[in-house]
Structure formats: C-alpha cells, structure tokens
C-alpha cells in the first residue's frame, strides 16, 4: 500500500510560480514510478510529468515542457511539480500518482497509476 499527500495548491495570478509537493509513504513506494497529473472541471485528467525515485528519470507531456519541473527528494519521500509562468488555463485539481511500469513510455497512460492522493487546488486569476 502507498499513501500519497499532495500540497501547496492555492490562487496565484497569471504569470507567478508554485510548487506542488507529494509526499509519499509506504512500505515499497520507492519501486514506483510517480507522476503528477490535472484535471479541470468537466475535463479528463490529464498527464504533465512522470519521475522515477531511482535513477530520477523524467518524461514530460509535450504541453508541460519548459514551464513545469518534476523532481524528487528521496530523502524526504517527496516528489515536487515546480510550475512556472502560470496562466489561467492552468487551473486545476492537482493529483500525484503511483505507478508499477516497467515501459516508460507508458508513464502517461493515466490507468497505470493505483495510487493517487486527494489532489491540491490550483486557481490561476487573469
């Protein structure tokens, strides 16, 4: 079993940064790969970046490239999702995931994730 917490959702105008975290626990949590995901009302949820605890590889969506950061502290069992030049279409529920994939090319694939937190709130004003 996994446990996961998202935090630091909140309101921050177009423009500004935030950094999500996902703090994980568990007792085999490090063998998965972890993933962070949106979803905006009305809307499916959608894949923004996936990170692995060894080895620390990354995949991105195409749409997250170059404004969104995924990384981790395997210290402190947290995966982070550093989001930069928010714009209002960024508005979401942020959720983290865990995965079991041993393809990583099918880190995106929303369907391979069993675990997922509560998800964190992200409203970016115009």
């Known amino acids: 079993q996994v446990q996961l917490v998202e935090s630091g959702g909140g309101l921050v105008q177009a423009g500004g940064s935030l950094r999500l975290s996902c703090a994980a626990s568990?007792?085999?949590?490090?063998?998965?790969?972890m993933g962070w995901f949106r979803q905006a009302p009305g809307k499916e949820r959608e894949f923004i970046a996936a990170?692995?605890?060894?080895?620390?590889?990354?995949y991105y969506a195409d749409s997250a490239k170059g404004r969104f950061t995924i990384s981790r502290d395997n210290a402190k069992n947290t995966v982070y999702l550093q989001m930069y030049s928010l714009k209002p279409e960024d508005s979401a529920v942020y959720y983290c995931?865990?995965?079991?994939?041993?393809?990583?090319?099918?880190?995106?694939?929303?369907?391979?994730?069993?675990?997922w937190g509560q998800g964190t709130q992200v409203a970016i004003s115009s």
């Open positions: 995931g865990a995965a079991d994939i041993a393809d990583w090319n099918r880190a995106p694939e929303r369907g391979r994730y069993k675990y």
């Open positions: 990170i692995r605890w060894i080895g620390g590889s990354t």
């Open positions: 568990g007792r085999t949590f490090s063998r998965y790969t």
